[in-house]
């Protein structure tokens, strides 16, 4: 499990990202990304979309992206 001051760490190594599109998306299938969300409708829905944002929660790295919801 990592430490806080290393997901902070890696959370800054996104932020160039901030404002570009994604082009490409590459998971296993089966991946659980996120509680209860599908990792092929995360996959598919993410192309285009402008990363807009980069958090952290205790130890975890939260994302946001231009327009709707995924889920």
């Given at each position: ?40 409708v ?30």
């Amino acid at each position: 499990m990592p430490e806080l001051a290393e997901v902070a760490w890696f959370a800054r190594q996104w932020e160039p990202g901030v404002g570009h599109r994604v082009l490409e998306v590459l998971c296993r299938e089966r991946a659980r990304i996120f509680r209860t969300a599908e990792a092929r409708v995360i996959a598919g829905g993410l192309p285009g979309r402008a990363l807009t944002r980069i958090r952290t929660h205790g130890k975890q790295m939260l994302f946001s992206f231009e327009g709707a919801s995924l889920g």
